[in-house]
């Protein structure tokens, strides 16, 4: 296992801009998800995907966030229209498809900045 | 709907003394408990879980667990701590059939020399 891999590790952008992250999981891992972490505090849950589908999304942040696992292996979330309380560490994780209390694998993060 | 409530934002201690890292929750139903390493810089990585049997859950770099049922709690411990474990560790609670586990906000562990 090569681990999970996160592209860009540091975005910077102005506000109003749109971003989107890429995430690669764990080969063969059936789950992915998504988390925003701020400053001082735990992994926020935002999406999650078992193969291509779109599990779980209310807890998306607004409507200006998505996410896409089109093949069911790599993962984008795109932010539109940034803000600058949208700046944050966001976290990709993976896991195999197992009993709920399977592991997930976190990869090191992209951490964005709005100016 | 399920919580967790990591009580020391940050625990200082000296080399070679021993830790606890408090860590309480909340469920409605049957829980899955775990704890989580982050260096500086870095992804999260599992330090140990508790899904069901042993109260005692031994894990990675020498900690452990226990849960403890009565009380919601599932503190880490380590009996003698390196300069190295200074990082923030996290508890996690995952509950029923749910693949979204709740993140508490985290404790930061400094060691000091």
């Known amino acids: 296992d090569t681990g999970v891999s996160q592209d860009p590790r540091h975005k910077i952008t102005k506000r109003g801009q749109n971003v989107t992250f890429r995430c690669d999981p764990i080969?063969?891992?059936?789950?992915l998800y998504w988390y925003r972490q701020t400053l001082g505090q735990g992994p926020e849950f935002l999406t999650y995907f078992q193969n291509e589908a779109q599990l779980e999304k209310s807890r998306l942040l607004s409507d200006r966030f998505s996410a896409e696992r089109p093949k069911g292996s790599f993962s984008t979330l795109e932010i539109q229209r940034t803000e600058q309380g949208d700046s944050a560490m966001y976290l990709c994780?993976?896991?195999?498809?197992?009993?709920?209390?399977?592991?997930?694998?976190f990869g090191p993060g992209t951490r964005l900045t709005v100016l | 709907a399920q919580s967790v409530t990591q009580l020391d934002s940050q625990v200082p201690v000296f080399e070679e003394a021993p830790v606890e890292l408090r860590c309480n929750y909340s469920?409605?139903?049957?829980?899955?408990l775990f704890w989580y390493v982050q260096y500086p810089n870095q992804g999260l990585q599992l330090l140990l879980k508790?899904?069901?049997?042993?109260?005692l859950v031994k894990g990675i770099n020498g900690f452990e667990a226990e849960f403890n049922k009565s009380q919601t709690s599932f503190h880490l411990r380590k009996p003698s701590v390196h300069i190295s474990d200074t990082a923030e560790y996290f508890c996690a609670v995952g509950s029923g059939g749910s693949y979204i586990p709740t993140f508490g906000r985290g404790t930061s562990l400094i060691v000091h020399p």
């Open positions: 080969s063969e891992h059936n789950r």
């Open positions: 994780a993976s896991s195999r498809d197992g009993a709920g209390a399977d592991t997930q694998y």
């Open positions: 508790y899904l069901s049997g042993s109260t």
């Open positions: 469920s409605s139903v049957s829980v899955y």
